[in-house]
């Protein structure tokens, strides 16, 4: 079973910048690839979505404009880069992928997601 390693967290004061990476243990085929962040008491929160085959990215408005997500198939890796961050976005990271491909009909939800990351800890101070 295909297995994801993020990296790339830590802690930043605000306005800072951090590059989330995540590499898939193989080149298994993923239909959608997805970043979430959580923090405690709160749902999964979707922060970077990327379906339809790889030609659709959405963020929500939180995010827009701040956060990009990337990939290179070459070396089976995603990355998130954060810029501008927030005290907000304080949260657990995770990267997420899906081999269902019916993933973009729901792209921002947590379930249709059938790989994760361990997740990593961003922490941004004021």
């Known amino acids: 079973q295909v297995q994801l390693v993020e990296s790339g967290g830590g802690s930043v004061q605000t306005g800072g910048s951090l590059r989330l990476s995540c590499t898939a243990s193989?080149?298994?085929?993923?239909?959608?690839w997805a970043w979430f962040r959580q923090v405690p008491g709160k749902e999964r929160e979707a922060v970077a979505t990327?379906?339809?085959?790889?030609?659709?990215?959405y963020y929500p408005d939180s995010v827009r404009g701040r956060f990009t997500f990337s990939r290179d198939s070459a070396k089976n890796t995603v990355y998130l880069q954060m810029d501008n961050l927030k005290p907000e976005d304080t949260a657990v990271y995770y990267c997420?992928?899906?081999?269902?491909?019916?993933?973009?009909?729901?792209?921002?939800?947590?379930?249709?997601?059938?790989?994760w990351g361990q997740g990593t800890q961003v922490t941004v101070s004021a």
């Open positions: 997420a992928a899906s081999t269902q491909v019916f993933c973009s009909s729901a792209y921002n939800a947590a379930y249709v997601y059938n790989t």
């Open positions: 193989d080149s298994t085929l993923m239909y959608c």
């Open positions: 990327n379906y339809n085959g790889g030609h659709t990215t």
